[in-house]
């Protein structure tokens, strides 16, 4: 058997834990009559990815009850990934939209892009 570089390697094994398919979306929104801004989201493209649900909290404001769930989607490192950043993007995972909070190139070692979510319950 060959021997693989430590990084192929944990490309491979990273990747054998990517069953879920995320779909990331790109905020193209414009400015209303008025200046402010009026998002509208474009799918760009989809990437298997490892979802961690890290865990959930219920807020009330004004009478009504507000669901978060955080979430760590976990994606390889490639030259559309690296562009992924919060307020511009968001994730797709099967209909439910993850609002992005922070996006990180694990260790530097450009092989996985972390990115910190949130989801909000409707």
């Known amino acids: 058997m060959p021997l693989m570089s430590p ?12 069953n879920d398919l995320v779909t990331v979306e790109i905020d193209e929104g414009t400015k209303d009559a008025s200046g402010h801004h009026v ?11 490892e979802v961690l649900t890290r865990g959930g909290a219920e ?3 004004f009478d009504q009850l507000r669901a978060d769930v955080s979430h760590i989607v976990k994606v390889t490192y490639d030259p559309e990934t690296k562009l992924i950043r919060p307020r511009t993007h968001r994730l797709d995972l099967d209909g439910r939209k993850l609002n992005i909070g922070a996006s990180f190139d694990v260790d530097n070692k450009h092989v996985e892009i972390e990115l910190h979510c949130t989801e909000i319950v409707k």
């Open 39 to 49: 998002p509208d989201y474009a799918a760009k493209f989809d990437r298997s990815a």
């Open 7 to 18: 990084t192929r390697r944990r490309r491979e094994v990273g990747a054998a834990r990517r």
């Open 59 to 61: 807020t009330r404001k």
